[in-house]
Nanobody, 126 residues
């Protein structure tokens, strides 16, 4: 069974930075899963933020965060990260990490992921 746990959310002012972490636990090696970050703004649907391949060699970003957010992972620690710089009020959302063994991870589709964390809240004030 796969368990994912996010941390690092909180309150930031516009222009500041936050770093989210996602910890994986499960019977299968963490490196067997491609990972993604999604977010759900208040009153809106869940949307893709970033994805990273099994080894970490490839990353994909939503246009709204490219150049400001960086996804990375440390397979030796069973962790994935999202460095969020130059935050904007529109980045306010509940942020989720997700895992999949399928190549569909790079599409950014919610349906392409099989396991989800509970989320960590990010609030950015102007």
């Amino acid at each position: 069974q796969v368990q994912l746990g996010e941390s690092g959310g909180g309150l930031a002012q516009a222009g500041e930075s936050l770093r989210l972490s996602c910890v994986y636990s499960g019977r299968i090696s963490f490196g067997s899963y491609a990972m993604g970050w999604f977010r759900q703004p208040p009153g809106k649907e869940r949307e893709f933020v970033a994805a990273i391949s099994w080894s970490g060699a490839s990353q994909f970003y939503a246009g709204s965060v490219e150049g400001r957010f960086t996804v990375s992972r440390d397979n030796s620690k069973n962790e994935m990260y999202l460095q969020m710089d130059n935050l904007k009020p529109e980045d306010t959302a509940l942020y989720y990490c997700a895992a999949t063994q399928r190549a569909a991870y790079k599409t950014g589709a919610v349906s392409g992921y099989d396991y989800w964390g509970q989320g960590t809240q990010v609030f950015v004030s102007s």
